[in-house]
């Protein structure tokens, strides 16, 4: 007997051991991923080791952190979905037993752990040390600032505990909810971090559907259009003519000290834009026949299919909603995760589940540096400073960490969310959830016919002779790369 109890404790030893191998290793591949994407867009600095050089590479490894944690949040829901369907396939195979209920269970709750260490210390903390310079009248120090950035962060750990309790004891004024407003790890942690997962579920129904009609427009500048009634011979010649006529304008206002300035400074931005306007069309024109004719068409059709069918499936989900109480989006607590497949199509619907994830969640990113109001977080390569890399962090953890519950709530896939991420007090509300559902739907319908009909508009307004009230700042239209009337003719 005390020879199995030694045995049992034996495995379990080595079962934990081999899951903290199994996670270190996961994570060390997301960090150095991390790193060289954020490296190749951070500013570049001096070689010299001062106080700031310190000071931005503690923040540089901060932000790395955060965005391995965006990236394990992103992988959550599909390493899991493949992990049921593998042990699915083969469940008595001795080189996948590893690959057990307790590991991802373990995946879930580390991700959980740090996206709220990410999110309330490392990332305030990696803020409020860059911008700190110590206090008046202290030695001047990594010290000093160490300990400025502490004292903020307790104001602010203050403020918002603060802002939280009068939140619940506004809208919970019960006696049970008044004795739990004093427990911090049980009740404030998990009530705030519902509180900021609801509003990265609304921020990705804010920037999905602008994204899946971006998405368009992306990969309609990275590939090259079909040449259809288009001479590109001389529509380059056009151009080159202009570029000409723009060096000269340049090069005779650099003689003349009163024209330096704001006047040279607008001929060097027309003259860039004239030169990409060149190479956008020497590439189209060196572009081979397969590329043009066929690989276009091929992704314009992937990514409305891909719309559509996460439109429909969001469409039937909300039947589901409507008849069905299990649709609920619901956490789970059983450790095993093979007792039966969650889809109806075995491996082909789980692939195409995990599809649509990624292309949801590259979508929302391209809807969120879509927005006006985040395009100042637009990175830059090897021009982007370390403020913008943490805010942009900060923006890409919160949209990863709603990612899982958003696929849920939008019947994208049927896996229950695991670990903390099923405890979300919003989730077991109908009309937030219906209301969600439709909202996606909705809007998500209005952003593509708004794009797809943006042509029939303009030549609607141009005939009816409207498109003149439409004044435009900018020498070329970005959506079309064309010229523009108002623009670059006139420099002939």
């Known amino acids: 007997m005390e020879e199995d109890d030694v045995t049992i404790r034996e495995q379990n030893f080595h079962s934990q051991v081999r899951e903290y191998i199994i996670c270190f290793l996961l ?18 600095s001096d070689d010299h080791e001062d106080e700031d050089a310190v000071v931005n590479r503690i923040s540089l490894y901060l932000c790395t952190f955060t965005l391995a944690v965006s990236g394990g949040a992103v992988l959550l829901l599909p390493f899991s979905i493949i992990s049921n369907e ?8 001795y080189y996948i037993q590893w690959l057990n209920g307790s590991l991802i269970h373990g995946l879930w709750n580390l991700v959980s752990l740090f996206s709220n260490l990410c999110l309330f210390v490392l990332m305030p903390f ?34 918002i505990l603060g802002i939280v309790w009068v939140a619940s004891a506004l809208i919970d004024n ?24 609801l509003m990265g579920g609304l921020l990705l129904l804010m920037c999905t559907p602008v994204g899946l009609s971006r998405m368009f427009t992306v990969m309609g500048q990275l590939l090259v259009k079909p040449t259809i009634l288009e001479d590109l011979d001389e529509q380059i010649y056009c151009i080159h003519l202009q570029e ?11 003689t003349y000290a009163y024209t330096r300035g704001s006047f040279a400074h607008t001929l060097s931005k027309e003259l860039d834009n004239v030169r990409n306007q060149r190479n956008k069309l020497e590439r189209r024109k060196k572009a081979s026949g397969w590329e043009k004719n066929l690989l276009y068409p091929i992704v314009m059709l992937i990514l409305l299919a891909g719309t559509t069918i996460s439109v429909l499936l969001v469409a039937f989900n909300i039947l589901y909603l409507l008849v069905d109480e299990t649709a609920m989006p619901k956490g789970s607590t059983d450790r095993g995760i093979r007792n039966t497949s969650l889809s109806a199509f075995g491996v082909a619907q789980a692939a195409l589940e995990i599809i649509l994830m990624f292309y949801l969640m590259v979508s929302s990113v391209v809807g ?54 099923g405890r979300f007090n919003w989730l077991g509300n109908f009309y937030i959830v219906l209301s969600y559902n439709l909202l996606f739907a909705v809007v998500t319908t209005l952003c593509l016919v708004r ?21 435009s700042n900018s020498p070329t239209d970005p959506e079309s790369g064309k010229l523009s009337a108002n623009g670059h003719q006139k420099t002939l």
Do not use: H
């Not at 994570?27 to 500013?43: E, G, H, N, P, Q």
């Not at 040390?129 to 160490?146: C, D, H, Q, T, V």
């Not at 709603?402 to 229950?416: E, Q």
């Open 368 to 421: 969120f540096y879509s927005l006006r109001v985040f395009e100042v977080l637009t990175p830059r390569k090897d021009d982007t400073t370390m403020t913008t890399i943490i805010g942009c962090c900060v923006s890409i953890l919160v949209l990863s960490s709603a990612l899982p519950v958003m696929s849920r709530t939008l019947g994208i896939t049927r896996f229950d969310l695991l670990g903390d991420f």
């Open 27 to 44: 994570f060390a591949v997301l960090y150095i991923v991390s790193y060289c994407i954020i490296t190749r867009y951070k500013r570049k």
């Open 126 to 159: 990696a803020y409020f040390f860059l911008e700190s310079e110590g206090f008046a009248g202290s030695k001047k120090g990594i010290k000093a600032r160490i300990l400025e950035t502490f004292v903020m962060l307790f104001l602010l750990a203050l403020l």
């Open 174 to 197: 019960d006696a049970a909810s008044m004795e739990s407003l004093y427990d911090l790890w049980e009740f404030y942690l998990p009530y705030l971090y519902s509180c900021i997962s």
């Open 86 to 93: 593998i042990l699915l396939s083969f469940p008595k195979n």
């Open 244 to 254: 000409e006529a723009l060096q000269r304008r340049l090069n005779g206002s650099s």
């Open 451 to 471: 794009k797809f009909t943006s042509a029939v508009r303009e030549e609607l307004l141009k005939a009816l002779g409207l498109d003149k009230l439409q004044l």
